[in-house]
Structure formats: C-alpha cells, structure tokens
C-alpha cells in the first residue's frame, strides 16, 4: 500500500498550489479520501474530505472557498487544489484513506507560504 504525495513547494500569498496524492495497492474507489495539514506547532487539522463516489464532499471553515478537493478513480488520485492561499496555509500536508477501519497515510508534502 502507498500513498505518495506531490506538488508542495514554495509559494507567495495569493498564489496556488495542486496537491496530488497517488494511491497503490489498495481498492481507491471504495475509500473516503483526506487531506490534512500540520502547521508549525499545532496538532494535525483536517482540511478536506471527499467521499467514496465523490458524492459528499467537506471542508474546514478557514479553507471554504479556496480550497477544492477530487478524486480520479481511474487514476486512483485524490487532488487538492489550493487557491488564495495565506501564511495560515504553511504546513505538512498528509493524504490520507480510510474505510472503515482501514487506513493509511502517505509521508506528507510541505507547503510555505511566503513573501
């Protein structure tokens, strides 16, 4: 099982960033997909969730508006795409599925948002 995320990287505020979050070895369609973040300090925040179908989809107030998370089940891919993004938005980034009680995690990709 892997879960192997990309697309962090440096970024002034205002900028984008699309994560990517590429999924192997388990049955992708069949599982909720997350994306959270660990900013400096803090403890783990989720940030966006995506249902298994795509049908309900939820997100954490300080993201509403900007943040916008999908999934490709033919390319067992879960994105997140990062609009307007602030110094509040700085941290590890974790892809993560879960159904029922399985669950994994992938190793996390940094976002800075800097001038």
């Known amino acids: 099982v892997q879960l192997v995320e990309s697309g962090g990287g440096l970024v002034q505020p205002g900028g984008s960033l699309r994560l990517s979050c590429a999924a192997s070895?388990?049955?992708?369609?069949?599982?909720?997909m997350r994306w959270y973040r660990q900013a400096p300090g803090k403890e783990l925040e989720l940030v966006a969730r995506?249902?298994?179908?795509?049908?309900?989809?939820n997100y954490v107030d300080s993201v509403k508006g900007r943040f916008t998370i999908s999934r490709d089940d033919f390319e067992n891919t879960v994105y997140l795409q990062m609009n307007s993004l602030n110094v509040e938005d700085t941290g590890v980034y974790f892809c993560h599925a879960r159904n029922g009680g399985s669950r994994y995690w992938g190793q996390g990709t940094q976002v800075t948002v800097s001038s």
């Open positions: 995506i249902s298994s179908g795509g049908e309900s989809i």
């Open positions: 070895g388990f049955a992708f369609s069949n599982y909720d």
